[in-house]
């Protein structure tokens, strides 16, 4: 077996898959140097803390809670003494434009309950629907989801259950094919969004996450979710890894296919035996001398980017004791607006959104009596050529006005504190290619295999953990590919 005491790698992005994979690198006796661009770590899931509120900048949902707490685990560590992840009751509120709503959650009841309400023939296809994603599940989660797909072979040799599993359907035609209401279509179906993909083109794996959800339950970090990434900056500090933070690593340098130093925005050039990137791939692929081959080439030009995110933070002076902590309010239209995001790239009026309500279970995110909140809309990505400086505050007003509107009664009025985030910050600020908020999308063409592999096609000792590689987005994706890491470095 290769020695790799003191072997040096550099992670580049503290995001959770770079901190993951700094960490599970450091349990292997690796010296870790971990490089940030910002002067504070979590990547996507930033905190911006603004006049007494806590602003969790992304990720609000916390699933498969075993993947965090395994990190700590790695060091004999007991999580509990770093973090604090409590389930919710009702994981998502749906409202529905003619004010139907609907709360989803693991009560199997409640949900039987409520699906009857709105279409009786409908509760078989649920049960159906629930039990056929428990073997997408298995398939594509515990078998697959750490498994590194470097090779031809890795992937062929799946197929034949994957097609069994009707990869092939998107998962709005999967959920379609069990269910007749065209609300709880959507309701059964959206999952792909919270990874960047649209429902009518992301390949029916991704159904998976209906019955991941199930398995574990939906979490919150008290604190937010930043108090998970203080957790493990605190272990990593404690473990001695190396952190380097509001340094961009600006190039690699790199000798007959093996990157031997990198070079720091501030002129300083590090030696290093391995590069795991945490870094958009794309981005990171753009950026690099070495080019790779037509092969190579062809797969990077072929790739469709997940959308844009606009995320208003706000806090209020009133309180909104009704809502949910997570509510998803469709428009009118669905397919026609996830193609104009999608396809067409241009803004519509009629928006779907998501509204993270943090106080409704951690009053330590505002001051007393006060609510802290943010409001995700997505957009088209910047391959749009979307004017954010002009479109930025019409889009800020049109939420405000619909959020009025559909739930939150004199909210403008009442707004204390408030910023946006468009798909420039993720493109500037966060490096990713057109500013997608979450790489490249899911679809089957671009999963897997096809998707940016976790050890670099083009460069022997260059590595990829996070959205753009594989399995793909949302915490439990990037935080498997560090385990994908873990098997091959
Ligand atoms: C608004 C929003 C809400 C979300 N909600 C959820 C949710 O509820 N649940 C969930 O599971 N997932 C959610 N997600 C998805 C999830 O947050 C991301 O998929 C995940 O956090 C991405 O992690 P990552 O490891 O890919 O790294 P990233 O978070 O993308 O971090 C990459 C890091 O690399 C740094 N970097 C880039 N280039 C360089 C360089 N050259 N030198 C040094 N550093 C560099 C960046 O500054 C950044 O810190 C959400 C995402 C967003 C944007």
Redesign the pocket.
Known sequence: MMNIKNKKVIV???????IAAALRLKAKKYDVTL????KDL????RVFKKNGFTFD?????I?APYLINELFELFNKNPNDYINITPLKTWYRFLFEDGTNFDYSGNESLMKNQIEKINKQDVKGYLDLVNFTKKIFNKGYIELADVSFDKPFSMIKHLPALLSLKSYKSVYSLVSSYIKNEKLRRILSMHPL?VGGNPFTTTSIYGLILYLEKKWGIHYSMGGTGQIVEGLEKLMIEENIKIIKGK??NSFIIDNKKINKIRLSDGNEIYTDNVVC??DPPAIYDNLKTKGGLLFSLKRKRMEYSMG?F?YYFGTKKTYKNIEHHTIKFGNKYKEHLEDIFKHKKLNADISYYLHRATATDKSMAPTGHECFYV?VPVPNNLSKINWSMEGEKMKDLIIDKMENDLLPELKKNIVEDFYLTPDYFEKE??TKYGS??SIQPKFSQSAYFRFHNKSEICDNLYF???GTHPG??????LSSAKVLDKIL
């Open positions: 580049v992005g503290a995001g959770f898959g770079g490089v940030e661009k910002h979590g990547g996507r899931a900048a992304g990720p609000t949902v699933t919270l961009e690593v945490n870094a995110l995320v995700l966060l490096n908020g979450f953990v996070g959205a987005a949302g915490i439990p994706g990037v």
